[in-house]
T-cell receptor
């Protein structure tokens, strides 16, 4: 069965510092992987996706993630945090393009001025 | 191009009542999925509709049912509401049949409060 774990329910970084949000998945087949962001009282916005092409995926707002099959990881990074990055981040996995998406529990990112 | 829209935005119901939530998919999308997001948790998959039929279902009781119309819009119905049904209900649309299309686009959600 698919599952997603996100290490750290809350992460705090200083403005301008590196952002690293961790995600590990389990899947019986090569998966599709996603990172979504959710701002307070809003829906989910797709940051980036991995669909078996390049292992380093670039997304919106300067975020990127690297798919590492040997580690079953898909960590999200951003070189320099901005105040506007403060939000809830969800890692998600699906087995096929039409399959249900399984979400991790989320990581709340705080950015300290 | 309008994205995924949901109505109503907020809803307050009493235990035992029934509720219907509505979703219009993004233009060009034919598949609608529904998720329940409890406070402080990740979204949980309820079910998915394609060609007016339920294609997949998560671990939710039969009190949760849905429908998809010919124009691809969808409804989520919940009967015999429980306090634990209080959550943000998210609708997502996609078009898996379109080559290279994998992601789901989410609406803003409907906040349901059961008292």
């Amino acid at each position: 069965a698919q599952s997603v774990t996100q290490l750290g329910s809350h992460v705090s970084v200083s403005e301008g510092a590196l952002v690293l949000l961790r995600c590990n998945y389990s899947s019986s087949v090569p998966p599709y992987l996603f990172w979504y962001v959710q701002y307070p009282n809003q829906g989910l916005q797709l940051l980036l996706k991995y669909t078996s092409a390049a292992t380093l995926v670039k997304g919106i707002n300067g975020f990127e993630a690297e798919f590492k099959k040997s580690e079953t990881s898909f960590h999200l990074t951003k070189p320099s945090a901005h105040m506007s990055d403060a939000a809830e981040y969800f890692c998600a996995v699906s087995d096929t393009s039409y399959d249900k998406v399984i979400f991790g529990p989320g990581t709340s990112l705080s950015v300290i001025p | 191009d309008a994205g995924v829209t949901q109505s109503p935005t907020h809803l307050i119901k009493t235990r035992g009542q029934q509720v219907t939530l509505r979703c219009s998919p993004k233009s060009g999308h034919d598949t609608v999925s529904w998720y329940q997001q409890a406070l402080g948790q990740g979204p949980q998959f309820i079910f998915q509709y394609y060609e007016e039929e339920e294609r997949q279902r998560g671990n939710f009781p039969d009190r949760f049912s849905g429908h998809q119309f010919p124009n691809y819009s969808s409804e989520l119905n919940v009967n015999a509401l429980l306090l634990g049904d209080s959550a943000l209900y998210l609708c997502a649309s996609s078009s898996p049949s379109r080559k290279g299309s994998y992601e789901q686009y989410f609406g803003p959600g409907t906040r349901l409060t059961v008292t």
